[in-house]
């Protein structure tokens, strides 16, 4: 029995020692695909460099030819005019020549009228018949009367600038009377009434438009 084992322990080494090996084959080999997985993950900081050297990716966005934009500003100006019409003095100072002009509408149309008789004539035979400087400070307009206030400028310099003082009140008179709204006209300066405004005409109570001034 003894010898029997002593025979059979050759063969139990041997076969240990070439399971040992293949063991440890696998073993090596699981190791070996462990450091290539290992080896093949990659680096977070080489990621992220190469992110950051990528050009970032932007949603398309369709380019709006602005020959197919239609204009608001145009569209809203179309039929937004008013043709108005002022009193200048006529090339031989004798009375009133009529000029026409569109100025855009606005709720004081009154008052953007005065400022454009204010601001003077356009064409080359009229003369301004309201002294240079002159504010128009308040224009009320109430059951046919209109009130116009003027600063103080509309009292002075009427020599040096060869203006007639006749001329002032009823440019102004016949430039407001176009409106239905206005009956007569009043005017003061700076709030106050003054009875002329150098002299020679009566400003102190209500104006009736004088039509024989305008020369057409």
């Keep these: 029995m003894k010898k029997s084992l002593l025979l059979l322990l050759p063969l139990i080494l041997a076969a240990l020692l070439l ?12 190791k070996n695909g462990e450091t290539i997985a290992e080896e093949s993950t990659p680096d977070p900081e080489l990621i992220l460099e190469k992110d950051l050297n990528q ?5 398309t966005v369709d380019v709006i030819d602005p020959d197919k934009i239609e204009s608001v500003a145009v569209i809203s100006q179309v039929g937004d005019t008013k043709e108005i019409s002022l009193y ?12 026409k002009r569109s100025i855009p509408k606005e709720a004081g149309l009154a ?9 003077g004539p356009k064409e080359q035979d009229l003369f301004p018949t309201i002294p240079a400087n002159t504010i ?11 009130t116009v206030d003027f600063s103080d ?9 060869d203006l007639d003082e006749e001329l002032t009140v009823y440019s102004i008179v016949n430039t407001l009377s176009q409106f239905p709204t206005v009956e007569e006209v009043i005017i003061l300066i700076d709030g106050q009434p003054v009875p ?14 004088r039509m024989e001034l305008i020369e057409r």
Aim: with cysteine.
């Design 136 to 146: 128009l400070q308040d224009i009320n307009i109430r059951d046919g009367l209109c």
């Design 88 to 99: 200048f003095a006529s090339a031989d100072g004798k009375g009133l020549k009529e000029e």
């Design 111 to 119: 008052r953007a009228t005065l400022n454009q008789l204010i601001y």
């Design 55 to 59: 050009a970032p990716s932007y949603p």
């Design 19 to 30: 399971g040992g090996c293949g063991w440890i084959n696998q073993l090596q080999e699981w």
């Design 196 to 209: 002329t405004l150098a002299g020679a005409v009566d400003v102190s109570g209500k104006i009736l438009p």
């Design 153 to 161: 400028d509309l009292t002075l310099n009427y020599a040096e600038e």
